[in-house]
Nanobody, 125 residues
Framework: QVQLVESGGGLVQAGGSLRLSCAVS????????MGWFRQAPGKEREFVAA????????GYADPVKGRFTISRDNAKNTVYLQMNSLKPEDTAVYYC??????????????????WGLGTQVTVSS
């Protein structure tokens, strides 16, 4: 059974940066397409970014394009989310997710079978 553990969340002022990490264990990391999602209080879970198994393909939600960067290190079994120019509306619990049945996971959270517990990101104005 694969396990995902997020880290790197915290409190930051608007305009600041954070780097989230998601460590994956239990299975061969390079066989998983990875994604980041977020959920703010009272809102549905929404797509943030995704990356293919070999990092060839990446995708971003419109609200984060140009500010966030997803990457992965298959040697370290870790996927990252670099978040720059943070805004108060980025405040949410951020989750990483994995799927093994496709090279690129896409933006639909229902296609991801494995999830971490999340890390809180709070951006103050």
């Amino acid at each position: 059974q694969v396990q995902l553990v997020e880290s790197g969340g915290g409190l930051v002022q608007a305009g600041g940066s954070l780097r989230l990490s998601c460590a994956v264990s239990g299975r061969t990391f390079s066989t998983y397409a990875m994604g980041w999602f977020r959920q703010a209080p009272g809102k549905e879970r929404e797509f943030v970014a995704a990356i293919s198994r070999s990092s060839v393909n990446t995708g971003y939600a419109d609200p984060v394009k140009g500010r966030f960067t997803i990457s992965r290190d298959n040697a370290k079994n870790t996927v990252y989310l670099q978040m720059n120019s943070l805004k108060p509306e980025d405040t949410a619990v951020y989750y990483c997710a994995a799927r093994s049945d496709a090279d690129y996971g896409g933006s639909d959270y229902r296609n991801y079978a494995n999830w971490g517990l999340g890390t809180q990101v709070t951006v103050s104005s």
